[in-house]
Structure formats: C-alpha cells, structure tokens
C-alpha cells in the first residue's frame, strides 16, 4: 500500500541521489545513463544498470519520454465522467488502447470552454502522444485554430469535418429508427424530450431532426408543443452546460409537463434524447399511474445498463462503444505513428434494443 508521501510500507522510493550512491558515481552520470548517453563507460553503465535493478529504482516517466519521444499514453477528454455513456466509452477506450500498450489518461472538461481549448491545445503541462476529444462547447473551428501538432480525433457528430479525423455515432439516422419504431405501433402523437433550448454542440438537436424525419415520412404534422426542453435550471447546470440537465431528475421533473400535454392532446408517445431522461419520466410515470407502453411508450438513446433494469425495461438505442472506441484508438495511433493520409471520417454501427416500454400497440 502507497501512503500519500509515495512510500510503500513506511520505506521510501529510492531516489536517483541513491542509485548514484550505491553505484559510486553522481546523480548526472546516472541520469545519463538513464538517458541512453552514448559517450560512457560499459563499466560504469553497467555499475548504475546494477545499482538500479538492486534498490528497485524506476525512473521517472519524463526520463523515459526524454529518451524516446513518446511518453505510450493517449488522452481520452470527454464532458462527463460520471455519465454512463462516457463512462462506457472511456472503459472501451482504455480496452481498444491495450493493442497498442497505450495508457489512457481520462480528462473531463465539464464542457467549459477553457477546458476544452486547452484539450485542443494539446495540454501543456502533461506529455501525450495523442488526444481523443469529445466537444461540448468547442466548435470545429475553434479547435483547428487552437491545435497544436498533437495527434488529434474528434467524437461526435457535430464534429464531422474533413479536415480532422473524427469518428462518431449516427445520431439523426438511429432516433429516425426509434421514432418510426414508435409509429410502426400506432402511435401518431408523439413527443420528443430532450431539445436543448441552450446553444451548446450536444447530439439533442441531431436526435431531434431524426425524430423530425421519421414524423414527415409517415406525413405526421409535427406540433411544436410535443417538443419538450431540457434547458438547464440551475447556476450549476448553468456553469457546465445543457447536457448537464440530460438526467434522471430533469426527466422526472418534465414528466409534469409531459402529463398536462397527454391530458390535452393524448400524447401516446415519447422519445427520449438519452436514457438517463428516459428512466425519469418512467419514474414519474409510473408514480401517475400511467400505464407503460399502452398509454404512453418511451424510447431513450445510449443503452445504458441501468435502461436494462428500470420497470419497465426501457427501449434504446445501443451505440456500437467497442466500434467507436476502437475506431479512434485506430486513428490516433495512425497520427501518432506519423501517417500523413488525409483525415478520416467513421460512422459506428448501432441497433435498436426493443423492449418493454414500447412493446406493445397504441390504445
């Protein structure tokens, strides 16, 4: 066990003034030793060489990366640890990296702007040999113009530009899928939750304009009133951004309104920008005695495994993680590499996961 002085069972690291020691040489002769130095002794290389395997010593990581260039690590920077999709895609990340014996260094930018134009200037406190970047707030403009030559790949739709690698999800096509799923059933009066009324790069407006063609391909008139917000409330919200309102308590609390509008013009109907939303509407509706789906149906997007659990067990769509994960490693490592290809655009491959709170007909 490490205690906070980075001892191991009360016995301190030896230090480099130690290996130096016990070798019988200065703490510079074994720095250059560490260095790969090509002007020195084989005799006094190997003394330090043996001094080191004897106390242990492990140099640090800058020594290494003097020494190479690299340092073997990639940073993954996303808005939200905490949010399960990021959650799962930094897991998949850290699993695509492992082919490459890359270490993934996570970074959450929470969607402020000076995080993220400090991600897409390639950080200069920390030495990594690639970054993976999912915007909030950051258009693509701005980070072309803030990057430095860090290898560079982009997530996320919003995103899509020739100019850099980016690999993302198909947003608009997945929710024209889940919506006319929805419609296949019978239902023709049909919400839309999750429009971000606050101008930020979120996937709400893309989710939005997939349900929006599904609605005009079945000649559904769309009726503004169905498209429900969910625009940050708090100063918290406020300061990271809209996204940080696709939650379970901003799905709860728009059930409210959801419940007036099935009141007034029979909502049958509801698809979720996220699962997070989702699962707090069912909360709610369920607490109303709604009846799920045949009264109202709900879809989310993200597949999250608490989607697979929840009560009724909730439709979504699942974003292929592994394809996306190991599509950007793939790119990086290319950058990283030294190609010189022109940048690359990926689409991951998703499906529909139908559950039960759409299994079922339109009363």
């Known amino acids: 066990m490490t205690d906070e002085?980075?001892?191991?069972?009360?016995?301190?690291?030896?230090?480099?003034k130690d290996v130096a020691a016990l070798a019988g040489v200065s703490w510079r002769t074994v720095s250059n030793v560490i260095h790969g130095h090509r002007y020195l002794r084989p005799e006094t290389k190997a003394k330090v060489e043996n001094a080191i395997?004897?106390?242990g010593y492990k140099p640090q990581m800058a020594a290494r990366q003097l020494r190479s260039g690299r340092s073997d690590v990639i940073t993954l920077a996303i808005p939200y640890i905490d949010h399960p999709y990021f959650a799962s895609l930094a897991h998949a990340v850290v699993e695509a990296a492992k082919a490459y014996e890359y270490t993934v260094l996570i970074d959450e930018t929470r969607g402020l702007p000076d995080k993220e134009e400090q991600v897409a200037r390639g950080y200069q406190s920390i030495q990594t040999d690639g970054i993976i970047f999912s915007p909030l707030t950051l258009p693509v403009d701005s980070i072309l113009a803030a990057r430095d030559d860090t290898p560079l790949v982009l997530l996320g739709e919003h995103t899509l530009d020739p100019r850099i690698d980016h690999v993302t999800a198909d947003n608009v096509e997945s929710t024209r899928e889940a919506t006319e799923h929805l419609i296949s059933l019978g239902h023709r009066r049909i919400a839309f939750l999750g429009y971000l009324t606050e101008g930020t790069l979120g996937t709400g407006d893309l989710r939005l304009?997939?349900?929006?063609?599904?609605?005009?391909?079945?000649?559904?008139?769309?009726?503004?009133e169905l498209i429900i917000g969910a625009a940050?409330?708090?100063?918290l919200a406020e300061a990271v951004g809209a996204e940080s309102d696709y939650s379970r308590e901003e799905g709860y609390s728009r059930a409210q309104q959801i419940l007036l509008l099935h009141q007034a013009t029979q909502i049958d109907a509801v698809v979720c920008a996220n699962d997070l939303l989702a699962i707090g509407l069912l909360r709610a509706l369920r607490e109303a005695d709604v009846k799920?789906?045949?009264?109202?149906?709900?879809?989310?997007?993200?597949?999250?495994p608490e989607g697979?659990?929840?009560?009724?067990?909730?439709?979504t769509v699942a974003p292929d993680m592994n394809a996306i994960a190991r599509f950007a490693?793939?790119?990086v490592h290319k950058r990283i590499q030294g190609s010189s290809e022109a940048p690359v655009g990926r689409v991951a491959p998703h499906r529909l996961m139908i559950r039960e709170s759409t299994a079922g007909t339109a009363s």
């Open 5 to 16: 002085a980075g001892t191991k069972r009360g016995k301190p690291r030896p230090s480099i």
């Open 53 to 55: 395997a004897e106390l």
């Open 209 to 224: 304009e997939g349900y929006r063609r599904a609605l005009a391909t079945a000649e559904i008139d769309e009726n503004p």
């Open 232 to 235: 940050p409330q708090s100063d």
């Open 292 to 304: 799920i789906p045949s009264d109202i149906a709900v879809t989310g997007w993200d597949n999250t």
């Open 308 to 315: 697979g659990y929840s009560a009724p067990t909730l439709t």
């Open 329 to 331: 490693v793939e790119a």
